[in-house]
């Protein structure tokens, strides 16, 4: 049974900080990562993916991967209360994706 | 409109009834998932349409749940004899055929079952 495994938080950060979100998956030929932001009452929407070892960039996301770890984290710089959603991990399998159940992040003025 | 349609938006049987949920998913792209999310919970995988390729159906809880796609466009979720725990907010995604991990979601159907 291959699964992708999230903290389901709360995680709580003061509006500025850093927020650090954790994934761990299992199928360690995993090959693509992706993460998804999901607002209360929406649908879920892509945000980052990565497929190589290393850290990904794009304004304040980054998102990490350590595939010998089989381990995927996404990092948020200067925290708006807007980010406040959940966040879903995602791993790719067979053409599929396979769905963590998501960190709740809340971000506090 | 350019994105994932579903519909209804929402909807409310009574346990025992049928129910069908629609979702027309974006132009042009291949593969149409379906997902069910109870409250508070995360995304269930149900089942995943790819071109003309059988679907894989590894995610339905039951037999009552079925889907089909007509066309390779139009999907249509059937769950028979509902019950209450089939109450859910079902997403429906599609994607290109070469980037599964980039999934369009439409707003979802909310159903309750009474």
């Known amino acids: 049974q291959k699964e992708v495994e999230q903290n389901s938080g709360p995680l709580s950060v003061p509006e500025g900080a850093i927020a650090s979100l954790n994934c761990t998956y299992s199928?360690?030929?995993?090959?693509?990562f992706f993460w998804y932001r999901q607002y209360s009452g929406k649908s879920p929407e892509l945000i980052m993916f990565?497929?190589?070892?290393g850290d990904k960039e794009d304004g304040r996301f980054t998102a990490q991967l350590n595939k010998a770890s089989q381990y995927v984290s996404l990092l948020i710089r200067d925290s708006q209360p807007s980010d406040s959603a959940t966040y879903l991990c995602?791993?790719?399998?067979?053409?599929?994706?396979?769905f963590g159940k998501g960190t709740k992040l809340s971000v506090k003025p | 409109g350019a994105g994932v349609s579903q519909s209804p938006s929402n909807k409310v049987t009574e346990k025992g009834k049928d129910v069908e949920l629609r979702c027309d998913p974006i132009?042009?792209?291949?593969?149409l998932y379906w997902y069910r999310q109870s409250l508070g919970q995360g995304l269930e995988f149900l089942i995943y349409?790819?071109?003309?390729?059988?679907?894989?159906k590894s995610g339905l809880p039951s037999d009552r749940f079925s889907a089909e796609r007509t066309g390779g466009s139009v999907s249509t979720l059937t769950i028979q004899r509902t019950q209450q725990e089939d109450s859910a907010v079902y997403l429906c995604?599609?994607?290109?055929?070469?980037?599964?991990?980039?999934?369009?979601f439409g707003p979802g159907t909310r159903l309750t079952v009474l």
């Open positions: 199928d360690r030929g995993s090959q693509s």
């Open positions: 995602a791993v790719g399998s067979q053409g599929n994706l396979i």
């Open positions: 995604a599609s994607s290109l055929e070469f980037s599964p991990g980039t999934q369009y």
């Open positions: 132009s042009g792209h291949t593969a």
């Open positions: 349409f790819q071109g003309n390729s059988a679907p894989d």
């Open positions: 990565i497929y190589s070892n």
